[in-house]
């Protein structure tokens, strides 16, 4: 069994995926953990060698992270590449895009340094163009999406293990 989430930063992917670990009892991995224990911090990566670079180790680190059973978190931006949609969509994960409206996502970060794409504009407006600009790209990628700004992680984990005992089933 394997879950994978996908969505903007804040939209509670970490979160939710340790949720899921501890109830469906399941490994949980947590990309971005995976990017700063082989190459550093975040901001280190971005600050010293840009984004493309960082996008690349993304890449590598989520083909990796694909070969094992459990729930993944992925990074805010994973989808943004074309060949990570591609490895997304192949692989027999269900992927799930948790949604937050901006004034949520900002409020959720809150000034996060961990987060270099944020470091220089928290604006709600800033968040709802790199949203807007990233839709397409998570509508594509994802098997189920819940809007989560109502709801605790506790209860969006619940939604999830719905999903999968009900596609379970319908495999049978
Ligand atoms: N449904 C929720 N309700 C309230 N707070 C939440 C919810 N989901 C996450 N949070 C809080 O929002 C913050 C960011 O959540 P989290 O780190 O899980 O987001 P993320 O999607 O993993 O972001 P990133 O892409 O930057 O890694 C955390 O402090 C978390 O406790
Ligand atoms: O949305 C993004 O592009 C990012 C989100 C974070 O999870 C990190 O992967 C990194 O800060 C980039
Ligand atoms: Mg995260």
Request: one cysteine or more; aromatic letters at 4%; charged letters at 30%.
């Amino acid at each position: 069994m394997k879950v994978v989430l996908v969505g903007f930063m804040g939209s509670g992917k970490t979160t939710v995926s340790r949720l899921l670990g501890q109830k469906m009892n399941l490994p949980v991995t947590d990309l971005d953990d995976v990017i700063v224990e082989q190459a550093g911090p975040i901001p280190v990566i971005f600050e010293t060698n840009g984004e493309t670079f960082f996008r690349q180790i993304e890449h590598d680190l989520l083909l990796e992270c694909l070969d094992q059973e459990g729930i993944l978190a992925t990074g805010g931006g994973t989808p943004i590449r074309e060949d990570n949609v591609a490895a997304l969509t192949d692989d027999d994960a269900l992927v799930v895009l948790l949604k937050a409206n901006p004034e949520t996502a900002v409020a959720r970060v809150d000034n996060d340094p961990n987060r270099p794409l944020l470091k220089e504009d928290f604006s709600t407006k800033h968040v709802q163009e790199m949203i807007d600009a990233r839709a397409e790209h998570y509508q594509n990628v994802c098997d189920m999406q819940i809007q989560t700004d109502a709801y605790t992680p506790d209860e969006i984990a619940e939604m999830i293990i719905r999903e999968v005992v009900d596609r379970e089933r319908e495999v049978g």
